[in-house]
């Protein structure tokens, strides 16, 4: 794919005036300095595209670094037509099978239509108890195998097209590849039985979520090795900006019960955490049962949630959240809307806009029928 006219199309329309400006605010926030305000909703002046960006689909970006570029600029493209508040950012995105791919799963592609990212199939209880036995021998699984040397490649590639493109080099930002976190990758590589093996197999899911840490943490500083620029004290993910090092997805961390969770889980997080000088989590849905156990990893710095109609938003996630230090990046405008009627000051600590379930778009109005 030639992807050389839709680079030269970004460069045309950024505006670096605008961008620092931008850059600015985001660094103001994500150093609680933006106190004068409820929360913080970045834009930008409209600049849309003069050329038609064609549609492409995720099976056609896996062997094609150029389509898998393209497909991430074309976030860009939306947020300079439509004035959007993101900051400018790449990932190589293949998929929630990068550490799983290192463990022996297969990583298998969706059908074409349905234009999803594709997914690691799980494996049998004996090859985890054989990879948990591998490792107490002193085993770890190679870090550049399965997707992990691709998504540096493709990253890599990306800096070597964008010479040339001063302000996409400058404005466009690569951050870690979707690593996902302990829980999420445990319930992905053993299946759905996961749920009921965590009591009838409690040591053998705790060693298996050992070795699932050990290998994100040695993926994570391979990566920050070989982008240094992303071990900075803030990191960029998905647009945003937070402290700390790393972004941990825990959305299975929804399924279970908080003692659970803090039984099986906090440890690992709390590591990835402290490895990368924290950082922030994420998760879809439900989660508010979660937070008070969150609250209490040190280093969680930001919480990315994507549905606030989903949660008890005034009694369980602000008090855990932004009266505990930790800001909310990424939430949904119907939410803030809401916080304004009701006049609940949220302190300058979150940021509203963008991130909302993978799957859908953002409601126009509140699902909770508050709009």
Known sequence: MDIKK????????IDAEQEEKLLADYWRFA???MKDVSYFKPSRTPA??????????????????????????LRANDQLTEGGGE???????????????????????????QDSLP??????????????????????????????????DAAHHLQQVLRGYPKLEKYLHIYQPDTQGPCSLAEAIIGSEFYLLVYDEEDEIKDFTELITDTFIRYL??????????????????????????????DACTNIPPDMYEEFFMESDQKILTAFGGGGAHFCGHGDHLLEAFS???GLSALNMSQPDMNDMDGLVYPNTIDKDIQIIGMAKFEARRCDRKHIDLKGMVHVGLCVAAWMGEPEKDPRGED
Not at 87 to 112: A, D, Q
Not at 125 to 132: A, C, G, Y
């Open 87 to 113: 900051l400018l950012s790449f990932r190589p995105n293949y998929g929630t099978g990068l550490i799983p791919s290192m463990l022996g799963c297969e990583v298998r592609m969706m059908p074409k239509a």
């Open 119 to 152: 997914a690691p199939i799980h494996l049998e209880w004996d090859d985890i108890l054989n990879l948990n036995e591998d490792y107490r021998n002193g085993w770890r699984p190679d870090i550049r195998s399965g997707l992990g040397q691709k998504c540096i």
């Open 48 to 73: 849309p595209s003069s050329i038609e960006w064609e549609k492409v689909y995720f099976n056609d970006t896996f062997d094609d670094y150029d389509a898998m570029i393209y497909k991430q600029l």
């Open 296 to 298: 209490r990893l040190d």
């Open 6 to 13: 839709y680079l030269e199309d970004l460069e045309s329309r």
């Open 221 to 250: 500083q391979l990566w920050k090795q070989e982008f240094p620029h992303c071990n900075a004290e803030y990191s960029f993910d998905y647009g945003l900006l937070f402290k700390g090092g790393v972004m941990i997805r825990e």
């Open 31 to 33: 150093k609680r300095q």
